[in-house]
């Protein structure tokens, strides 16, 4: 089972720039897609953006253009580095990743969520 390690999260000014990293790790032949979701109070969890082991990128309109997902596959692990950042940024962050298991099946896995505050 993978286990994915979140960090960079926290609190930071309107304007300002965090980078959330998530780390896998554990037993699976590869990590295929990563991506990055948020969940605000009173919204449902939405995609923020995702990367495939290959390095296709996809993004949310309301992040295009302020944030970059990128992916070390040396280190199993996906980066969001967040750039000009709102208030309506503030969400819990979730790392998500599919995995082919060892046995050849698919596998997925959140992480446990970081809190990323911008105050206006």
């Known amino acids: 089972q993978v286990q994915l390690v979140e960090s960079g999260g926290g609190l930071v000014q309107a304007g300002g720039s965090l980078r959330l990293s998530c780390a896998a790790s554990?037993?699976?032949?590869?990590?295929?897609?990563m991506a990055w979701y948020r969940q605000a109070p009173g919204k449902q969890r939405e995609l923020v953006a995702k990367?495939?082991?290959?390095?296709?990128?996809n993004y949310a309109d309301s992040v295009k253009g302020r944030f970059t997902i990128s992916r070390d596959n040396a280190k199993q692990t996906v980066y969001l580095q967040m750039n000009s950042l709102e208030p309506e940024d503030t969400a819990v962050y979730y790392c998500?990743?599919?995995?082919?298991?060892?046995?050849?099946?698919?596998?997925?896995?959140w992480g446990q969520g970081t809190q990323v505050t911008v105050s206006s």
């Open positions: 554990g037993s699976a032949l590869s990590i295929n897609n």
């Open positions: 990367i495939t082991r290959g390095g296709s990128t």
């Open positions: 998500y990743a599919e995995y082919l298991t060892l046995s050849t099946n698919w596998g997925m896995k």
